[in-house]
């Protein structure tokens, strides 16, 4: 008896089912990392600083001989370092402070005395120009206090979880091999030679980004203090630094940066053009900074273009308030490495990063194909079975009840 072929056939087909799926477990990753937020902050803080910290316990390893050893000498050092700034800083504004309510008092007259000047123009009387610099300057105090106390707030909840972050730091160098070994063993062939180009490019990101975030605010704190010393502002090193600290926090860090000692040079000296050229000065540093230092510094490793940046920022305050604003550029920049070695997503990986511009002629010419499109990941194989069976030799009887005449004439010889 002759036997049957089978044909079987493929077709991709978009799965609503699939797609489903993927936005809910999104949904509910989000809403996991909100809640969670004082669990996750920590992890991620871990993680993000043994990236960090990575290339520097191998070089030390490399002396000691020894992983335990080499993780302590690099807290060592790490912490010498931070401990000296901040013990400086913390001497310094305490003179700041202790000078405060004189300095608001000095800040109310010398308001009081510019605008006074105006008000003559306007027949204004000197109680109800009082009255309003008073509410004005309290308004105005009030708002980079508020600001900066939120954000020393949200330091000291990371402050309160120091010791943590450091615990996880500690394991996760202390891991970081069989950690990378177990990942990169759930992959195999091509796939995994892409693992592992992306964890060192991943690792990369995070130690240039600190170095180069590093070198930028370097920079700003000499050339502000450098400014600030120039135009005759008192406590110019500290100004300065804490401009560059504060520019962290993209564009409000330095708003406030700037704001703070230009209110201190309004309410200790007597002209009107060093206020003045305390403005311009942050200006023209920002400027520069922005146009010139970071992109040539920082911009090499985080390649991200403005609109991402200013997206995951929004977002980071969002979702994790200054943590996540500190966190947003330099997890965005490693999220894009990651894309940017799955074929599926690597038109994303375009769309956040900085040569946007100049490339986006990838996405007609290169991109223009199906598996560079995002719709192939809840794509589905639909398998379908086709029986062939040939014709048989066999003459098939006429009728049903009909004999075949050579059956019966055969029948009949015997």
């Given amino acids: 008896?002759?036997?049957?072929?089978?044909?079987?056939?493929?077709?991709?087909?978009?799965?609503?089912?699939?797609?489903?799926?993927?936005?809910?477990?999104?949904?509910?990753?989000?809403?996991?990392?909100?809640?969670?937020?004082?669990?996750?902050?920590?992890?991620?803080?871990?993680?993000?600083?043994?990236?960090?910290?990575?290339?520097?316990?191998?070089?030390?390893?490399?002396?000691?001989?020894?992983?335990?050893?080499?993780?302590?000498?690099?807290?060592?050092?790490?912490?010498?370092?931070?401990?000296?700034?901040?013990?400086?800083?913390?001497?310094?504004?305490?003179?700041?402070?202790?000078?405060?309510?004189?300095?608001?008092?000095?800040?109310?007259?010398?308001?009081?005395?510019?605008?006074?000047?105006?008000?003559?123009?306007?027949?204004?009387?000197?109680?109800?120009?009082?009255?309003?610099?008073?509410?004005?300057?309290?308004?105005?105090?009030?708002?980079?206090?508020?600001?900066?106390?939120?954000?020393?707030?949200?330091?000291?909840?990371?402050?309160?979880?120091?010791?943590?972050?450091?615990?996880?730091?500690?394991?996760?160098?202390?891991?970081?091999?069989?950690?990378?070994?177990?990942?990169?063993?759930?992959?195999?062939?091509r796939i995994k030679l892409e693992g592992e180009a992306t964890i060192r490019e991943v690792q990369g990101v995070a130690s240039n980004y600190l170095g180069g975030m590093l070198t930028v605010m370097l920079i700003l704190g000499v050339l502000n203090s450098l400014g600030l010393y120039l135009i005759g502002v008192r406590f110019a090193l500290v100004w300065g630094f804490l401009g560059a600290l504060l520019a962290i926090i993209p564009y409000v860090g330095t708003f406030i940066g700037g704001l703070l000692p230009f209110l201190y040079s309004v309410a200790t000296l007597d002209s009107f053009w060093q206020p003045i050229a305390v403005i311009l000065l942050y200006i023209g540093v920002q400027s520069l900074e922005g146009n010139l230092i970071t992109p040539k510094v920082v911009g090499n490793s985080v390649k991200i273009n403005a609109l991402a940046a200013v997206i995951s920022l929004l977002f980071g305050a969002l979702f994790w308030g200054i943590a996540g604003v500190i966190l947003a550029i330099p997890l965005l920049a490693m999220v894009r490495v990651v894309l940017n070695h799955i074929d599926v997503t690597k038109p994303l990986a375009l769309l956040l990063s900085d040569d946007l511009y100049n490339n986006s002629d990838k996405f007609d010419n290169e991109y223009n194909k199906d598996k560079y499109r995002l719709r192939t990941l809840f794509k589905t194989q639909d398998r379908r079975v086709v029986s062939v069976r040939p014709q048989s030799e066999q003459k098939p009887a006429d009728a049903v009840g009909q004999a075949d005449p050579e059956i019966v004439a055969d029948t009949e010889t015997k």
Avoid: W
């Fill in 1 to 189: 008896m002759p036997k049957a072929t089978f044909t079987t056939g493929q077709r991709a087909a978009f799965s609503i089912q699939r797609f489903t799926h993927f936005t809910i477990c999104l949904c509910i990753a989000l809403i996991l990392l909100y809640i969670g937020a004082s669990f996750f902050i920590p992890i991620v803080y871990g993680v993000f600083f043994a990236f960090l910290l990575k290339p520097l316990c191998d070089r030390i390893e490399s002396i000691v001989r020894g992983r335990v050893l080499a993780i302590l000498l690099t807290f060592l050092t790490v912490f010498l370092t931070i401990g000296g700034v901040i013990t400086f800083f913390i001497v310094e504004i305490f003179e700041v402070v202790s000078e405060a309510d004189g300095i608001m008092t000095s800040l109310r007259d010398s308001v009081l005395e510019v605008v006074n000047s105006f008000a003559a123009l306007f027949g204004m009387g000197e109680r109800e120009v009082f009255v309003m610099i008073s509410d004005s300057v309290s308004n105005l105090t009030e708002a980079p206090i508020g600001l900066l106390t939120a954000g020393l707030s949200t330091s000291g909840e990371m402050l309160a979880n120091f010791f943590l972050i450091v615990i996880y730091t500690f394991f996760f160098l202390l891991y970081s091999t069989a950690l990378k070994r177990f990942t990169l063993g759930q992959m195999r062939g």
